[in-house]
């Protein structure tokens, strides 16, 4: 059975830092590429980061480019999603999503809240 499970999210204050994981199992993982997607309260979709199978090729919104770090363990099959300085719009449910052309797979999301 595929599974992706993120963990991490949680309650902030304006200027904190997260981190995020999304554990993978019952495929490839290190065939995959891998990305983060949030979605606000009343929102639509938004594409946050994405890294390439083998983690050396990184992408960021610009919305938080210098923010924030995607990053994998490809033995750990685990995806990381490092946010710092935050800020009241990164509050949103943080979705990871493993893609290889053909197929994909989405977690079932944590809520990150920034609030003071």
């Known amino acids: 059975e595929v599974q992706l499970v993120e963990s991490g999210g949680g309650l902030v204050q304006p200027g904190g830092s997260l981190r995020l994981s999304c554990a993978a199992s019952g495929f490839s993982f290190k065939y995959y590429d891998m990305t983060w997607v949030r979605q606000a309260p009343g929102k639509g979709p938004e594409w946050v980061a994405s890294?390439?199978?083998?983690?050396?090729?990184?992408y960021y919104a610009d919305s938080v480019k210098g923010r924030f770090t995607i990053s994998r363990d490809n033995a750990k099959n685990t995806l990381y999603l490092q946010m710092s300085s935050l800020k009241p719009e990164d509050t949103a449910v943080y979705y990871c999503?493993?893609?290889?052309?053909?197929?994909?797979?989405w977690g079932q999301g944590t809520q990150v809240t920034v609030s003071s």
């Open positions: 999503y493993a893609h290889d052309g053909y197929s994909g797979f």
């Open positions: 890294i390439n199978e083998g983690g050396e090729s990184s």
